[in-house]
């Protein structure tokens, strides 16, 4: 299987560290041979038909920030991604930008273009899903090519595809979780140890769980993105980020979070949807499923008959994101040795 890599941050460098030292264990128990022909990052690309050394592509990305030490007639300064998709023969795009959810770019062009190349995709950037996820399933079907992205949604923690195969006989009748481990984490730091909300904020990003602008986090619309994809993807629903009611953490004071503990309960930003999305803080009590600590994700489904079934796992990481695009990859493998 070849493998066109775009993007090669902290997702892109932890998928191509699994491709290589797992190399033997994903062909011997899944039959599983990505060959990385492609890795495009903001600045070029190398490209070679042949398969892409990765632990060079790794080493110098590193060290430099760049892979432009793999010389002429491999590296190729200010190549695009549109520029691989047209040009590099390949049958999966592995989509791995940074998130913009405003237009949802370069990913959605990458996606566009990929689509009617008629490469199967797997995506871990919510961008593009969280703007335009209906269109895009409908132009994937279309060229009947797979779309895959699991990593959007709980990182390494499979949710999308347990409400979906998993609960399979169930009506699913609402859904609810703690969908971004940032703000988990603030939450948790101020219940557990009375900090306020800038210091909390601080220690997150000082350990590497916020970004230097964590907007996306604290405002409740990374949160709100996963909503979307999730209910689109479980539901059947055709939302967009437009249509959900966001409120995020930033106006949660230590006296709020002090007032909830003395109620036998806790603050929490939770995503719901039901009757209507949502995205807001909430009191919940300390004994629901949903009360996980730290970077902790979880995802609470109603359904009839079972009742509320509860998933919880670490929402976010290279690592866990890139073991996601390896499960992608495993099923697109099958899909095509049927």
Same mark, same amino acid.
């Given at each position: ?26 062909? /011997? ?60 023969? @390949? ?74 195969? @998993? ?37 997150? /990003? ?133």
């Amino acid at each position: 299987m070849r493998v066109l890599l775009i993007g090669f941050g902290v997702v892109g460098q932890s998928f191509a560290e699994l491709v290589d030292s797992e190399a033997s264990a994903l062909a /011997q128990n899944y039959g599983l041979r990505p060959k990385i022909v492609g890795v495009v990052d903001s600045k070029g690309a190398v490209l070679s038909p042949n398969g892409i050394d990765l632990k060079k592509a790794l080493t110098y990305k590193r060290e430099s920030g760049s892979l432009e030490r793999f010389g002429d007639g491999t590296y190729l300064r200010g190549r695009t991604g549109l520029d691989a998709i047209k040009e590099v023969d @390949c049958e999966v795009v592995v989509e791995a930008t940074p998130t913009d959810l405003k237009k949802g770019e370069p990913g959605l062009s990458h996606l566009k273009a990929a689509m009617k190349e008629g490469r199967h995709i797997v995506c871990t950037n919510k961008g593009p899903l969280a703007v335009a996820m209906p269109a895009l399933i409908e132009l994937a079907s279309h060229n009947k090519i797979m779309f895959k992205f699991s990593g959007t949604v709980g990182g390494g923690t499979p949710v999308l595809d347990f409400a979906k195969k @998993c609960l399979e006989g169930s009506q699913i009748r609402s859904i609810s979780g703690i969908l971004n481990g940032t703000t988990n984490y603030i939450l948790s730091k101020m219940s557990s140890e009375g900090s306020r909300m800038k210091d909390a904020l601080a220690e997150a /990003q000082r350990l590497g769980y916020a970004e230097a602008d964590p907007t996306y986090d604290v405002g409740g619309f990374d949160t709100a993105c996963k909503l979307v994809i999730i209910s689109n993807y479980v539901l059947g629903s055709s939302l967009s980020l437009g249509d959900v009611k966001v409120k995020g953490i930033s106006d949660v004071a230590t006296e709020d979070i002090e007032r909830a503990k003395a109620k036998g309960q806790t603050v929490k930003l939770i995503g719901r949807m039901d009757k209507r999305p949502r995205v807001g803080p909430e009191e919940i009590p300390v004994t629901h499923p949903l009360n996980v600590s730290g970077t902790f994700n979880a995802f609470s489904f109603d359904t009839h008959p079972a009742g509320e079934i509860t998933l919880v796992g670490k929402g976010a990481g290279g690592k866990e994101t890139a073991s996601s695009v390896i499960r992608d990859l495993i099923e697109i493998r099958r899909t095509f040795a049927r």
